[in-house]
């Protein structure tokens, strides 16, 4: 069974920056496609981007071009790369996992996902 635990999160300025990571423990990281979603206050937990096996990536319209997904399966971590912050970036971020896909799948849903991490705040200040 695969732990996940996000790091990374704080407080920033509008149009500053932060990288979040998801380090995984257990076993076969690879075998597992990895996601993004936040929720904030008052709101449904919502998609933010996601990396398939094969290292395809999508993200949300809200925040593409502003973030960047990646993996390491070398060191069974995730990364969320976000840029040009905004206030209504403000949430609490969760990494999340699903085994096994197929190769080049990428799930949206939050009900796609089996394991999740305990979230980090991320807060934006305009």
């Known amino acids: 069974q695969l732990e996940l635990v996000e790091s990374g999160g704080g407080l920033v300025q509008a149009g500053g920056s932060l990288r979040l990571s998801c380090v995984a423990s257990?076993?076969?990281?690879?075998?597992?496609?990895m996601g993004w979603f936040r929720q904030a206050p008052g709101k449904e937990r919502e998609f933010v981007a996601a990396?398939?096996?094969?290292?395809?990536?999508d993200y949300a319209d809200s925040v593409k071009g502003r973030c960047t997904i990646s993996r390491d399966n070398a060191k069974n971590t995730m990364y969320l790369q976000m840029t040009s912050l905004k206030p209504e970036d403000t949430a609490v971020y969760y990494c999340?996992?699903?085994?096994?896909?197929?190769?080049?799948?990428?799930?949206?849903?939050?009900?796609?996902?089996?394991?999740w991490g305990q979230g980090t705040q991320v807060t934006v200040s305009s």
């Open positions: 999340a996992s699903h085994w096994n896909p197929p190769y080049t799948s990428i799930y949206y849903s939050a009900g796609n996902y089996e394991r």
């Open positions: 990396i398939s096996r094969s290292d395809r990536r």
């Open positions: 257990g076993l076969a990281f690879s075998m597992y496609g």
